[in-house]
């Protein structure tokens, strides 16, 4: 069975970074569209970031444009998503995701379906 695993995730000063990373067993990442979602408490889940399949453009969300990046680490089977400029409001649980139809809605995002798979989150706290 796929599993998707998050890492990175900690306490942030605003305006610090953090690096998130995604990994996963037996699903080869880079053959797939990932995606990065969150969710604050009491809030509903947000796209973050994605990037499709193989050599696929990269999708923000306008609330992380210019301090988020979306990168492959094909060598690792990993997805990292690099967090700078960080703010309060980026407090949330983040979530790694190769679920195409549901990262497909936040932006040109392609890749082959049938690879549902949720990471468990990781933890992003930023405050002073």
């Known amino acids: 069975q796929v599993q998707l695993v998050e890492s990175g995730g900690g306490l942030a000063q605003p305006g610090g970074s953090l690096r998130l990373s995604c990994t996963a067993s037996?699903?080869?990442?880079?053959?797939?569209?990932v995606g990065w979602f969150r969710q604050a408490p009491g809030k509903e889940r947000e796209a973050v970031a994605c990037?499709?399949?193989?050599?696929?453009?990269?999708n923000y969300a306008e609330s992380v444009k210019g301090r988020f990046t979306i990168s492959r680490d094909t060598s690792k089977n990993m997805v990292h998503l690099q967090m700078n400029s960080l703010k309060p409001e980026d407090t949330a649980v983040y979530y790694c995701s190769t679920d195409s139809l549901t990262i497909a809605k936040m932006g040109p995002c392609f890749g082959p379906m049938g690879n549902d798979y949720w990471g468990k989150g990781t933890l992003v706290a930023v405050s002073s």
């Open positions: 037996t699903l080869t990442l880079y053959r797939v569209a």
């Open positions: 990037v499709g399949d193989k050599e696929g453009a990269p």
